[in-house]
């Protein structure tokens, strides 16, 4: 990892955290309130797909909590557990699979009958920046040093760090 890597990390995680302690200090009246979707809008539609990550900002949101995992070839797909449903009741784990048997068909939808896939990280940065979002995000499972370092830098390029909290 570059020192000016690191450093630009280290920046963005100190500015989001000045952020949020200045927003504790300051009277209630002069706060912005800003409602965070978990996992996008998913009471009412399906986590950590692109269509609830549109309609949370569609519904007020100001940004958006998701989970990170990485595919067996590399890819960073969202999915809070290990497994993803597949519309035909079949599990895949994320990890043992490839991104195109992940995205073969439809996940399982049982909130509306709109046909979602798994969302890429990417897509996810982009549906953030396109609204002005703030991005929370976990990483979930195991990753090596270069993954968390490519994540990283997919933020950076995609969107922008310090509207990133990682």
């Not at 409602?35 to 809008?41: E, S, V």
């Amino acid at each position: 990892m570059t020192f000016t890597l690191i450093m630009k990390m280290i920046a963005a995680t100190i500015t989001a955290l000045f952020t949020a302690i200045g927003g504790i200090f300051m009277p209630v009246q002069e706060k912005d309130i800003c409602m965070i979707g978990h996992r996008g809008y998913s009471s009412r539609y399906p986590e950590n797909t692109a269509l609830a990550f549109e309609k949370a900002y569609e519904n007020g949101s100001g940004g958006a909590e998701t989970d990170v995992r990485v595919t067996s070839d590399g890819v960073y797909v969202l999915s809070h557990n290990s497994e993803v449903v597949l519309k035909d009741g079949t599990e895949l784990e994320v990890a043992d699979h490839t991104y195109a048997e992940l995205t073969a068909q439809p996940l399982k939808n049982k909130k509306t009958k709109d046909d979602v896939y798994l969302c890429t990280y990417e897509r996810y940065l982009e549906i953030m920046k396109e609204h002005d979002m703030i991005c929370f995000i976990e990483l979930k499972g195991e990753f090596s040093d270069e993954q968390v370092k490519e994540i990283f830098e997919i933020a950076q390029r995609t969107y922008q760090l310090d509207r990133c909290i990682l």
